[in-house]
């Protein structure tokens, strides 16, 4: 499976604004597709938003959308996902995912994954 690697996470007041970064390692297909999920303290992992390689598809979830972007370096082999308006409410590990073919936003249909980053937004 592909590795992917986190980073651009830290501690941030509301109202401020962190962009991600996932760097894919190792060999990925023509046609591959990332997202963004995070997963809070007792809760289940949810999705944030996906993007692919190919095509037009990018996109965020409601619960973030007009507050965070999902966007793609081909060149660089990149995704990023900035996130700005943060609130305490958006605190949560948040990892990269991958999988091959087009975007999801179910966790169960990604099985490549990084580590983790994590966003924590004070109050």
């Known amino acids: 499976q592909v590795q992917l690697v986190e980073s651009g996470g830290g501690l941030v007041q509301a109202g401020g604004s962190l962009r991600l970064t996932c760097v894919p390692s190792g060999r990925t297909l023509s046609y591959y597709a990332m997202g963004w999920f995070r997963q809070a303290p007792g809760k289940e992992r949810e999705f944030v938003g996906a993007?692919?390689?190919?095509?037009?598809?990018?996109y965020v979830a409601d619960s973030v959308k007009g507050r965070f972007t999902i966007s793609r370096d081909s060149a660089k082999n990149t995704v990023y996902l900035q996130m700005n308006s943060l609130k305490p409410e958006d605190t949560a590990v948040y990892y990269c995912?991958?999988?091959?073919?087009?975007?999801?936003?179910?966790?169960?249909?990604?099985?490549?994954w990084g580590q983790g980053t994590q966003v924590t937004v004070s109050s």
């Open positions: 993007t692919s390689w190919s095509g037009g598809s990018s």
């Open positions: 995912a991958g999988r091959r073919g087009s975007t999801s936003r179910s966790k169960d249909e990604y099985f490549d």
